[in-house]
């Protein structure tokens, strides 16, 4: 049986079918167009990126397999920012050893759960107050956090607020204390990251540190799931489909008796 090659450098073994574009990609072409996602997103926070400036990085404790990944990625692609990089990580990780070149220091955070996250509202909301914790160990202070979160969180924190008849606050870029919290690969799909993770053999030594859900939240991501693998144009067109609503929004509430309902 022949193999079948990436359809972008046309040598290698591909390993990965997108059917958003319809691609068959080798490992090292998925992880060059998740790095060039990765700089189109952080090229809205340009002139945060100078040299010395200090660059912080989030590895959530529910996004471990995701966190190291893009952690890499962005040790990669760190220096040409010239930027002094520090990543913060839960403390299950202090026996994994993470080694990227680039990257002036780990610190570790003690993760505490109760249980399970139960939305996506708690996620960005945690995310928020690690940083709101932690960033004080840090001289000056970043003026900008990287997370790693997907397109796939951002579906699902719209699904989950739009059940509740809320209407979902923008996480492209959230300001946090000062410092501008950005989430650079919101037009990328979670599954290119653990796709990448696998051929890496991040996958493999990491996922027992991985934060389960409830049933509650599991039933918003896989539904999430099943919208990318069956209808991945809706989910793309989801960020740019929200802004136009809130800027509708903004006009409504001008006139008060537009928004006023029965």
Known sequence: MSKELC????????????????????????ERSIIKNLRRGLSRVKDLLKPKSILLYIIPPFRVIEGITI????DAIEKSFGSVFYALAPNTLTN????????????????????????????IDSI?????????????????????????????????????????????????????????????????????AYHKGIFRYVRDFCVNYCEDYKVITELIAELCKEHHEVV??????????????????????????P
């Open 7 to 30: 359809s972008v450098c046309g040598s290698r073994e591909a390993v990965y079918f997108r059917r958003a574009s319809g691609e068959k990609l080798c490992a090292r072409c998925l």
């Open 128 to 196: 928020i107050a690690i940083i709101t914790t932690h960033i004080r160990r840090l001289e000056p202070k970043p003026k900008l956090a990287i997370t790693p979160l997907t397109l796939n969180d951002f579906a699902e924190y719209v699904l989950s607020r739009t059940i509740k008849g809320e209407l979902p606050e923008d996480l492209g870029l959230i300001r946090v204390n000062g410092t501008i919290l950005i989430n650079p690969l919101i037009n990328t799909l979670r599954e290119d990251i653990l796709v990448l």
């Open 236 to 261: 793309y067109r989801l960020p740019r489909t929200l802004e136009l609503i809130r800027s509708y929004v903004r006009k409504g509430a001008q006139h008060p008796s537009f928004l006023r309902l």
């Open 71 to 74: 952690l890499y990625l962005l």
């Open 96 to 123: 994994v050893k993470l080694s990227p070149r680039n990257v002036y220091g780990i610190l570790y955070y003690k993760y505490h759960s109760e249980g399970p996250c139960v939305e996506a509202k708690e996620i």
